[in-house]
């Protein structure tokens, strides 16, 4: 009798964690995924060609620009890297120049919000770190009244504006 008990004890145990992992947040894992597919020479180190392949990718009709809409639907759809907000907040600070488009000139930008320390390697740590960063950014409050709560303003979220971590 206590030999079905323990048995029916390691279920319960087991069917929780299971519930546990699924409902657990894992976006960190999908960071790291990321991380570790565009780290194509396996150095644990993103050099500026791999930065702006990440961002590059997010050109669907490869004409050498990734607008919002693009950058947004892949984010959300096809990557499923994180919510709406997160991604419209990296794409601002992605967009250097405030066009509107993420092209070759914005990557300098881009691979400098990465490399927090300057050294020429965006190893996995600032990886994480400046992604995990976009989550804690600032909510525009003007947005939330307007009852538009997924794109921040352009002119405070570029990576020129409000840049981490030097």
């Known amino acids: 009798m206590l030999h079905e008990h323990s048995k029916d004890k390691m279920k319960l145990v087991l069917i929780c964690s299971f ?26 180190c993103l050099d500026r060609s ?15 620009e990734v607008t919002r809409t693009e950058f947004e639907n892949d984010w959300l759809t096809l990557y499923q890297l994180g919510n709406a907000r997160e991604a419209n907040l990296l794409f601002n600070k992605a967009d250097a120049n405030g066009d509107g488009h ?8 881009i691979y400098s919000y990465f490399d927090m320390n300057s ?44 840049h981490h971590g030097r």
């Open 119 to 162: 050294d020429g390697c965006v190893d996995m740590n600032e990886f994480l770190t400046q992604w995990g960063d976009l989550k804690l950014a600032p909510i525009d409050v003007s947005v939330i009244d307007a009852g538009d709560t997924t794109v921040a303003p352009a002119g405070t979220t570029h990576a020129n504006n409000g």
């Open 50 to 64: 791999e930065v702006d392949n990440i961002f590059l990718a997010f050109d669907t009709d490869h004409n050498q």
């Open 19 to 44: 519930f546990g992992l699924l409902y657990a947040d894992s976006e960190p894992q999908r960071e790291y995924i990321l991380f570790e597919k565009v780290d194509h020479d396996l150095s644990g």
């Open 102 to 109: 993420l092209t070759h000139t914005d990557m300098p930008l």
